[in-house]
């Protein structure tokens, strides 16, 4: 009985196991079949539309081409925003990083006759807006990292004989490396949430984005449920790989946890 009160104990850790996680996967199925609600979809009407689009519709064709996309954008944003985030530690580009992020505000529907022109086709397009998106958002992210370096850091660098280069380097990039991968996890999911916007606006390339604002705007619910349930798979092993690269790069991450 203690050991089950404390999954219910504000900051206990008892541990999450796979029988806890198969207990909340089962009841959140058992809600969802004895739910009254006739809107959403059973679990049978959800898999029989995923086989339909799966067979008739390409679903994979369609989620592998936006996953595609999805890994391009992510290693574009990610090299511009940690390029734009490391020159801010020069008086002369801070001002202009602080005034890019501000463009997270700005909504796709004003600017994508902008990208149209600087394109050469719907995949480049697509992948563009998708970049900028993400690196509105992920440069606001660096640059809160950039500014946590504190000035004893600082100091300390200096006094081992550091240059300047060599200080920025050491302290955001090696550093900061597993707050800068985590950055970037969190903007790769972050890209799915936009993917269907800007694969709506630029159709002619499909994408699982695209086919999911077709069947939501002919109501076939069980199909909407079906292509987010792919994606939502698809993005948790997405993330849970990213997780492994920053595991892999950061081995040291390990032992202080296992300390804290």
């Not at 796979?18 to 979809?41: N, R």
């Not at 987010?228 to 390990?254: F, H, S």
């Amino acid at each position: 009985m203690n050991a089950l009160r404390k999954y219910f104990t504000p900051f206990a850790h008892p541990g999450i196991g796979a029988t806890l996680i198969l207990v909340q996967v089962g009841l959140l199925i058992l809600f969802w079949l004895l739910s009254p609600s006739k809107i959403i979809p059973t679990p049978l009407e959800i898999a029989r539309a995923w086989n339909a689009m799966a067979a008739n519709d390409g679903l994979l064709i369609e989620l592998a081409n936006s996953a595609l996309t999805i890994l391009k954008a992510i290693a574009w944003s990610s090299a511009i925003s940690l390029a734009i985030a490391s020159l801010s530690t020069m008086s002369f580009f801070k001002t202009a990083a602080r005034w890019l992020t501000s463009l997270r505000f700005l909504g796709f529907a004003g600017i994508t006759f902008l990208f149209t022109l600087w394109t050469a086709d719907g995949a480049q397009l697509k992948l563009w807006l998708l970049t900028f998106g993400m690196t509105a958002f992920l440069l606001t992210n660096l640059l809160s990292t950039v500014d946590s370096v504190t000035r004893q850091t600082l100091d300390y660098a200096r006094t081992m004989g550091l240059g300047p280069w060599r200080t920025a380097y050491e302290t955001i990039i090696c550093a900061k490396l597993p707050e800068i991968l985590d950055l970037v996890r969190q903007n790769a999911a972050m890209g799915w949430t936009i993917l269907s916007m800007v694969e709506g606006l630029v159709r002619s390339e499909g994408g699982i984005g695209t086919l999911l604002l077709n069947q939501n705007r002919h109501f076939h619910l069980a199909a909407v449920f079906a292509i987010q349930i792919t994606i939502l798979v698809y993005g948790l092993g997405q993330d849970y790989l990213m997780k492994l690269l920053r595991d892999a790069a950061c081995p040291y991450l390990r032992f202080s946890q296992l300390n804290g």
